[in-house]
């Protein structure tokens, strides 16, 4: 017979380092599994150096099975995400647990007594740790994950539903294919929809400013706050987390897949790719005991001496509200539409969308895209356990 599966809190620095790793666990024989760089793991899971942290609080827990770790979750609070959106909740993230119900089950019993102890209505999720990072359940699309987005085994559904959790809300991420578009004559359409867009708006598309990438940064920033105030789970970023953002893409950050769209002269929009480093990742395998230069190196070789990047993803774009449905969202797209035939990207992933955003779902659609992967944020109130 099986020991019983027992929670404890991460404290000790043993603990810290079995809840680090435990993904190398659940992930070893999924070949779709991308492994993030040991070092950005550490920095989000750093309650001193992740931004986050300054307005969160929550513990990390470990499930075992005697001596064997068979599940890791967060539970947290985010108290500018209540305080945006007038809400009383907590959060769940890092859930990460061999395919054992019993497992599941303790780690969101330790999350939701966490959530009762600390006058929270309800439990949400998953979230590491904002809408900035990678949040939602993955229940379609398990082929290989693209830079900066969640993965996880097709059973955690079960795991999440089975408890009691339900449906709060779906994101969509969008693919779309170059020479698919090419087979469509999308450019013909595309060209003659964007020249009528401009005649009536007097609106430019630009470059990223590669000289002053600081500036362009904050005034993405500015804009990102303004054009996502109302979608549902956004919280504003912080100066510390636009800063986080740009260290953390400077390392593989392509000027040619950011552009602003402006109306006389104003910069009201934005819309931001970067390669889907996944790619590079997934041959380079990090994995814990191998240092990171040897890592690093290996990921030199596939992405500048032997390139294997020919994925990008648009992860972040807004319009100011005062120039939403003029169609400038889709001049953007058409920057990147004519960008892409000179550049090595084949492919290309747009998301997430939440299924509520119609505006963008039906350029997105206009332009081709196929809906390839979904996301599912969970919730679980109080008084239901």
């Not at 209540?82 to 959060?91: K, L, P, R, S, T």
């Not at 009201?268 to 041959?283: I, R, S, W």
Request: glycine fraction near 6%; charged fraction near 25%.
């Amino acid at each position: 017979m099986s020991s019983a599966v027992i929670v404890r809190k991460v404290e000790s620095a043993a603990d810290h380092k079995s809840f680090f790793e435990f993904p190398w666990s659940v992930y070893k024989d999924d070949s779709n599994w991308v492994p993030p760089l040991l070092s950005i793991r550490r920095d989000i899971l750093n309650k001193k150096k992740n931004p986050a942290w300054e307005y969160m609080e929550g513990d990390y827990y470990l499930a075992l099975r005697g001596e064997k770790v068979v599940g890791t979750i967060a539970a947290f609070v985010n108290h500018r995400h209540n305080e945006f959106h007038q809400e009383n909740i907590a959060w769940f993230g890092f859930f990460e647990c061999d395919n054992d119900a019993e497992a599941a089950a303790a780690l969101f019993k330790t999350a939701m007594d966490w959530v009762k102890a600390h006058g929270y209505d309800a439990l949400r999720g998953p979230q590491n740790f904002t809408t900035h990072d990678e949040c939602g359940l993955l229940i379609d699309g398990f082929t290989r994950p693209i830079m900066l987005m969640p993965y996880n085994p097709p059973y955690y559904q079960k795991l999440v539903e089975d408890l009691g959790f339900h449906k709060v809300i779906d994101a969509h991420s969008y693919y779309y294919n170059w020479k698919m578009a090419e087979a469509r004559h999308t450019e013909s359409r595309v060209d003659k929809l964007t020249k009528r867009i401009v005649r009536n708006t007097n609106a430019t598309v630009r470059q990223i400013n590669r000289k002053n990438l600081k500036a362009d940064f904050v005034l993405f920033k500015e804009i990102y706050n303004d054009a996502w105030e109302k979608n549902w789970g956004f919280t504003p970023m912080t100066d510390k987390e636009l800063d986080a953002l740009i260290e953390s893409l400077s390392a593989f950050f392509d000027p040619r897949l950011a552009c602003f769209v402006e109306v006389d002269e104003k910069v009201v929009g934005f819309m931001l790719g970067v390669p889907d480093f996944n790619q590079v990742l997934q041959l380079a395998h990090p994995r814990p005991g191998e240092p990171e230069p040897i890592t690093l190196a290996k990921a030199v070789w596939h992405w500048k001496l032997r390139p294997k990047i020919d994925w990008m993803r648009i992860p972040l774009m807004g319009v100011r509200e005062e120039y939403r449905n003029k169609g400038l969202d889709i001049l953007m797209m058409s920057y990147f539409y004519h960008t892409m035939q000179n550049l090595p990207y084949q492919y290309m992933d747009c998301g997430w969308i939440l299924e509520s955003n119609h505006n963008m779902v039906g350029t997105l659609k206009g332009f081709g895209t196929e809906i390839h992967r979904t996301y599912r944020f969970y919730e679980k109130g109080v008084e239901l356990t």
